[in-house]
């Protein structure tokens, strides 16, 4: 959390490293949040972690592919 500028080097390293964590990992529109389901996956992208609006929702920001 230093400084980081470098936006487009850091989007393919995450993405790197979303991939290996199983994570489908495209970032949504508005920069926000990030996929979380499998790579690969069918439907819309989804963030289960990000942008809900209350604790006992399931998921978080959604949007197509
Ligand atoms: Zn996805």
Redesign the pocket.
Known sequence: MSGQTDTTHDEAASLTAGHAAGY?W?QGPGARGR?T?RPG?DDD?VDYYNGRQSITDVEGYRWPQ
């Open positions: 489908c495209v996929c389901r996956h992208h």
